[in-house]
């Protein structure tokens, strides 16, 4: 898979989520926001999925009440930050594949950006959130 449009990958991951909505109804929220700059900066296509479908899998499905997925895009000069949050059930115990997804996206981000890419993994109490941090310069792709 190439680069696309952050922009467009977060196009996609709202698609899915649409979907998933279908399924959950309302206990499930999406909130995405792009800051301005950020549309354009080119990244592996499909990077986000899997973050999506954790946040999907791992926290709204096990919890009775739902919550809000949330993806935020910002650049700051020559960087990029994406995060994905999302809430969780601390008493839950770990599903099959824990860890895959996260796995596959540090893979991708080391393949794509080497050390100029990093990926922080936050689990809290009743949350999770995921930060890529990726080079925004010269990687510009149009839309």
């Known amino acids: 898979l190439g680069r696309i449009p952050l922009g467009r990958e977060i196009a996609l991951v709202r698609q899915y989520l649409e ?27 499909l990077l986000l999925q899997p973050l999506v479908e954790n946040a999907v899998r791992h926290g709204i499905a096990g919890l009775i009440e739902g919550g809000t ?5 910002v650049r700051a000069a020559d960087r990029v930050v994406v995060t994905v949050s ?34 922080t993994v936050e689990p809290s109490a009743d949350a999770y959130r995921v930060t890529l941090t990726m080079p925004a310069g010269d990687g510009e792709v149009t839309p």
């Open 19 to 45: 979907i998933e909505q279908v399924r959950f109804g309302d206990r499930l929220t999406v909130q995405a926001v792009v800051g301005d700059g950020a549309e354009l900066v080119a990244v592996p296509a």
């Open 69 to 73: 997925v949330a993806v935020s895009a």
């Open 86 to 119: 999302n809430p969780r059930d601390p008493d839950a115990p770990p599903r099959p594949g824990t860890r895959l997804g996260l796995d596959i996206v540090r893979r991708r981000l080391a393949a794509a950006f080497g050390v100029d890419a990093a990926m």
